[in-house]
């Protein structure tokens, strides 16, 4: 048996894990163990009353046979009484088996809580240290509420001894921890800051961690202990390194304390006293100017204690980002990290320069080191530290970068170890997007992901590519002939044939005229793959083949040959049998026309953020990437408009994730958005559409089981026009905005005048020959369109307006579409925007003068640019006059361009709203609301509004759930104005309270207008 | 800090401190996992890694690994240090400490961690006044034992 130094007492104890070690085998010692404790058990139950002793010994026994990995059922009452010995090391004894095995068992906890109940009111410091120890182990709820009250008093009363002072303090840390609400704020809040000021250094740490986590949550409540931490902050930094007795740790003075002040700080923003102020730059400088010295020693305590401030200080410059400066000097420091010898270094000096990279004083500065942690990807030999360089590689990356990035990025891709795979191929694909000038790149890059780790892309990222290919014309071409080319090789992987089987489906024609690429060549190359492939492949392929019977008549009897092959008519498979069964009878019973319409091409997708960033930010968590991507968004440095565009409304967010799942159905129905057809009585065409179904329904109804496309027949009935991009555009709208783009007339349905009164009726009605001054339905239109872009905004029985716009930052395009209803010519059609003289200074609206002719059943696009200078109140008015049968038609109505249009969504966390909230605080930026709802009060349609309306939707940053709290930028060209936005619903009452703060007045009263409607 | 752990390079634990509330069953699976993670990286490496949600900081004192998670804003460099200390104070009061001291004396072990963090925060960094406080607990403690005979100890009388 070794000799035990120190309290050798129990020797029963040094025994029985001596014999533990000895055991040869897992079942001796599970025999030796099985052993003891039925001795403990026949000596709890026995009939001789235990002496306190024994009882600890015991007590502690079961304690070792429990943390090596067994299960304790019995002991707890042994271990409660030992707490009410008057024995130190008896009740030390109980409390560690408590705080050790003790989960909150309400019959045990009320003893447990009586025994502390004891010990805090023994004023023996000792056994309070005990007692508040057990709390802040335990830490149960039970114990919060029990004690929480109790604890601040013992904190802040003056004959507190300072371990126990340490103690409560960290105890009641430990408590709101977990129970917040049983910690209630008060009177010792300020007395808790005065701790700063504590001669004890112990006890000025242990007040800082917990003034640091209380400050979070109640930031003005500890607002005073800015400038107390700052010069607390400033005599340590400057004193000498003896100065601090035992606080000073490899001649550093007190690392510890020096870390929890800076952390302290950045629950804050820069201190506006400017001599506060300036003593913390002095601070942050000498820190600064420290890490340059000479070491005091070699040894690696001291540079890591020393490092450990410096890293802090640099995360206090980079929170405050207020000091060009020093965020400058920082970035240069970390630079020098970079290539330390000390691994630790360079992996926390490339983490750092990840959150500098996102600052725009120190962007360039991260962005002149690219080569060395290019070089650390390429040769760091951990994993970790890798992962790290790839971060700030992403981070660092924009426009003039971006080629390189990408390429190493992939270059690295090719040896990288497995676990960083998949997020690897996210961040190529995002940036390759993101940065894309020349979109034959992007399609390069993504079909070199697919090559390089075809297993890690995931289907956001070759959904992504399909639908970056689809909504750009220009790049259709090169893409057909580019996965063409990939998919010669004789082994490609799956997720080639699945892009390649998409975009030849829908653009092989554009590359069929070449003999090397004919039709037949190409449906035999993806036909070669179809054998090798899985189900939902397999599936698409059959879609490709569907759609190949429309693009190239030629080769169709070959494909029926396929279809009907006995391979696909009785597959095993349902999916694939139903998709052969239909698609052969579709070939062969569909006119032309109705292939071509079924078969169309596929129609643009609704710009959204790229699900693949959602997916990165799934991956690493809300606050990695979120944060990183929104303050640079939010900054507004060079971010390409191409990924995350502004948030469409409620109805798009809607889309299925896959661009093609399902069969037929969803190909030509599903819930993808059609072009627009905005008459009402869009009979004819819709069924064409929608009439899919039941043509389909008819013919196979024979189903026996509800299939997977069966259930998807009824999305058909999905509502359709309203939220669709126009059919003439490709791509996000607003990549060429201010750009010329023609007004297009789209044909109405045929015999869609059937369903109309007669003109005269129709005229007898409408006709109005007064001027503009009455404006149809006022601000209730306006009212309608604040939460979406899309929809029809007027409509009487001669015509319809329907409207489509998008918004980025402060530039927007709006889409007008005029149906004409009626079956007789609209003569002399002028359309008109008009302004006032205030609004003029503030909106900038450009438009072309459309064709003055409207026949009937046509419809005609107007667009109008948008571009906001400053913010505004009023909305513009559309008049539009135009003869119908003789008639002069003069109709006005309001245009919805609203301010919130120009919103751009910010996402924060709690800790930054209440922050930027409290920032707000001058009365005549905020503005409130108290309203009865107009609507039924539901949080889901409530949540699709606030996104609606712009701004982000910040989840678990009000503390009270029921609550909805939002943030985002209105870019004017102007300024930029930050908002954030508060809605508190009262059920009972039926009522709401919306409160806007922003840094403008007129912002704050107009936002709250417009937002106050819609509820 | 969420919790520590220490272990032996075979895979043994040594301690574990918690301090935040989460079942036994998730803990072992958690200290289970840890261990494999860390016991698989090779000396040189860096001492930091991300670890589910967390960051985790470790050092290795002969055979035993010492081992933090903590927070995500939490300093790395810092917790390295305070391995480092809690290193210190065993080693001061075991004097040159070994693994076996902390298995025959794992509650004592547990004591100097209480006296140096608490709720995963550092309550005293002063090395002197953390060794008082356990001193002084000694003291209390030998007053309190009477001496037995070893049979008695050994549970024989």
């Known amino acids: ?204 740490t242990a007040a800082t961690s917990l003034i640091t986590t209380l400050a979070q949550k109640n930031p003005e ?92 200080a640099i995360s206090l410059i980079i929170h405050h980002d207020s000091e060009p400066n020093l965020l400058v000097r920082a970035c240069n420091q970390l630079g020098q990290f970079l290539q330390h010898r000390e691994t630790n270094l360079r992996y926390l000096a490339l983490e750092s320069m990840c959150t500098l990279a996102s600052s725009e004083f120190s962007h360039e500065a991260v962005k002149t080191h690219i080569e060395t942690v290019i070089n650390a990807l390429k040769t760091e030999r951990d994993v970790s530290v890798r992962q790290r360089a790839v971060d700030l590689l992403y981070a660092m990356c924009d426009r003039s970068n971006a080629q390189q990035i990408v390429a190493e990025m992939l270059n690295y891709l090719e040896t990288a170890d497995y ?68 998919l010669q090789a004789p082994a490609c992987h799956e997720n080639l044939v699945k892009v390649g089987g998409y975009i030849l489906g829908e653009f092989g024609n554009l590359i069929a005229g070449d003999p090397r690429s004919s039709p037949l060549i190409q449906f035999n190359l993806l036909h070669s793959k179809f054998h090798l492939c899985s ?16 693009l190239f008549p030629e080769i169709k009897t070959t494909i029926q040959d396929v279809l009907r092959s006995d391979s696909q008519l009785k597959n095993a498979d349902v999916e694939l049998q139903q998709r052969a069964v239909e698609y052969l009878r ?81 190909l030509v129905i599903g819930p993808r958005p059609r072009p627009s057809r905005l008459n009402s009585s869009h009979l004819a065409i819709h069924n064409l559409q929608t009439g899919i179904p039941p043509l389909f329904k008819g013919f196979f109804t024979s189903k026996s089981t509800p299939s997977p496309s069966a259930d998807l027949l009824g999305l058909g009935a999905a509502p359709l026009t309203s939220s669709s991009p126009p059919p003439s555009t490709t791509g996000s709208l607003l990549v060429d905005v201010f750009s010329d783009s023609a007004s297009v007339v789209a044909p109405l349905a045929p015999g869609s005048e059937d369903n109309f009164a007669s003109p005269d009726l129709a005229s007898s009605e409408v006709v109005s020959e007064e001027p503009a001054d009455t404006v149809h339905d006022a601000d209730e239109l306006i009212h309608k369109f604040v939460c979406k872009n899309n929809g029809v905004l007027f409509e009487n029985q001669l015509l319809q307006i329907g409207l489509k716009s998008e918004f980025r930052q402060n530039l927007g395009r709006m889409f007008i579409f005029y149906g004409n209803k009626t079956s007789t010519q609209f003569l002399n059609f002028t359309p008109t925007l008009i302004c006032s003289d205030e609004l003029q200074s503030s909106l900038n609206l450009q438009t072309k003068p459309v064709d003055p002719t409207v026949d009937g ?6 667009v109008v640019n948008i571009e906001c200078i400053s913010d505004f109140m009023e909305a513009p008015i559309l008049n539009i006059q135009f003869r119908y049968g003789g008639t002069f038609q003069n109709i006005s109505v309001k245009l919805p361009i609203t301010l919130n249009k120009f919103f ?89 309270r919306l409160t806007l703060r922003t840094s403008k007045e007129t912002v704050s009263q107009r936002l709250c207008e417009l937002l106050s409607e819609q509820f | 800090m969420r919790f520590m752990l220490l272990f032996s390079r075979q895979g043994k634990l040594r301690l574990q401190k918690w301090y935040l509330a989460s079942s036994e069953k998730e803990k072992k699976k958690m200290v289970r996992e840890l261990m494999q993670v860390v016991l698989a990286r090779k000396p040189k490496m860096c001492s ?80 002197k006044s953390v060794l008082k406080a356990i001193e002084q607990a000694d003291l209390l403690q030998e007053e309190d034992e009477s001496p037995r005979s070893v049979l008695e100890e050994m549970g024989l009388a």
């Open chain 1, 419 to 486: 676990s960083i795979r998949e997020e690897i191929v996210l961040k190529v694909a995002i940036l390759a997007e993101k940065y894309a000038v020349d979109y034959t790149w992007y399609v390069d890059t993504i079909l070199n992901l697919i090559r390089i780790a075809g297993d890690y892309v995931s289907e956001e990222v070759w959904y992504r590519v399909i639908q970056i290919v689809i909504n750009r014309d220009d790049v259709q071409g090169y893409a057909a002939k580019t996965v063409f080319e990939a």
């Open chain 1, 857 to 862: 059943g046509a419809q005609v696009q107007q």
């Open chain 1, 535 to 550: 189900v939902p492949t397999r599936a698409l392929l059959l879609s490709t083949y569907i759609k190949f019977v429309n």
């Open chain 1, 1 to 204: 048996m070794p000799a035990v130094s120190k309290g050798d007492g129990m020797r029963g104890l040094a025994v029985f894990i001596s014999d533990i070690r000895n055991c040869k085998s897992k079942e001796a010692e599970i025999k030796r163990i099985n052993k003891e404790l039925a001795n403990i058990r026949s000596k709890f139950k026995g009939d001789k009353a235990l002496d306190g002793y024994s009882k600890k010994k015991y007590v502690c026994k079961l304690l070792f046979i429990f943390l090596l990995g067994h299960d304790i059922d019995f002991g707890h009452m042994e271990a409660v009484n030992l707490l009410s010995s008057n024995r130190y090391t008896e009740k030390q004894i109980g409390y560690l088996f408590i705080s050790v095995l003790v989960n909150s068992n309400s019959e045990l906890i009320r003893l447990i809580n009586n025994a502390i109940k004891n010990d805090l009111a023994s004023r023996n410091p000792t056994f309070m240290g005990l007692a508040l120890h057990c709390i802040a182990n335990v830490g149960s709820r039970e114990m919060a509420e029990a004690f929480a009250g109790e604890i601040p008093k013992i904190l802040v009363a003056g004959d507190t001894m300072d371990s126990v002072k340490q103690s409560a303090a960290l105890c009641l840390l430990r408590l709101y921890r977990t129970s917040p609400d049983f910690v209630p704020m008060g009177d010792w809040t300020s007395r808790v800051v005065h701790l700063l000021n504590d001669q004890h250094l112990g006890v000025v």
């Open chain 1, 221 to 312: 409540e500890f607002k005073t202990s800015v400038s107390l931490a700052v010069s607390r902050l400033s005599r340590i930094v400057t004193s000498a390194s003896t100065d601090l007795q035992d606080y000073t740790y490899y001649f550093v003075p007190a690392p510890w304390l020096s870390v929890k002040l800076l952390r302290l700080l950045q629950c804050y923003p820069p201190p506006e006293d400017a001599a506060v102020r300036g003593r913390l730059t002095e601070c942050l400088e000498t820190i600064l100017n420290k890490a340059q010295e000479p070491p005091k020693s070699k040894k690696v305590q001291h540079s890591n204690a020393k490092n450990a401030v410096l890293f802090e």
């Open chain 2, 48 to 127: 930091f890694l991300e670890w589910r949600d967390l960051k985790v900081v470790y050092k290795r004192y002969a055979s035993l690994y010492f081992c933090c998670a903590i927070e995500g804003q939490d300093n790395e460099l810092i917790t390295l240090e305070l391995i480092h200390r809690y290193v210190e104070l065993l080693d001061k009061y075991f004097g040159s400490v070994c693994e076996l001291d902390i298995i025959f004396n794992f509650e004592k072990a547990y004591f100097i961690l209480d006296e140096f963090l608490m709720g995963g925060e550092i309550q005293d960094t002063s090395k």
């Open chain 1, 586 to 666: 579709l070939s062969t019973i569909a006119s032309t026309d109705i292939l071509a319409t079924v078969l169309e091409e596929m129609p643009p997708f609704p710009e959204r953020e790229s699900s693949i960033l959602a997916k990165l930010k799934k991956k690493k968590g809300p606050g990695t990437v979120t944060d990183l991507e929104e303050i640079k968004k939010e900054r507004n440095s060079d971010v390409n408009g191409g990924t995350e565009s502004t948030p469409v409304n409620a109805s798009t967010v809607a889309l299925p994730d896959s661009p093609l799942q399902g069969s037929l159905a969803e």
């Open chain 1, 904 to 992: 751009q969504p910010t996402e924060m966390a709690s800790q930054d709203f209440f922050q930027r909230w409290k920032q707000l605080s001058n009365p005549q930026q905020e503005m409130q609301n108290i309203f009865k709802a107009k609507h039924p009060m539901d949080t889901e349609i409530t949540k699709a509004k606030i996104i609606g309306f712009g701004s982000a939707l910040l989840e678990e940053v009000d503390p009270n759930p029921a609550n909805f709290v939002g943030a985002g930028i209105i870019h004017t060209k102007t300024t930029q104005i930050g908002c954030l936005l508060r809605l508190e619903p009262n059920l009972q009452a039926q009522m709401y």
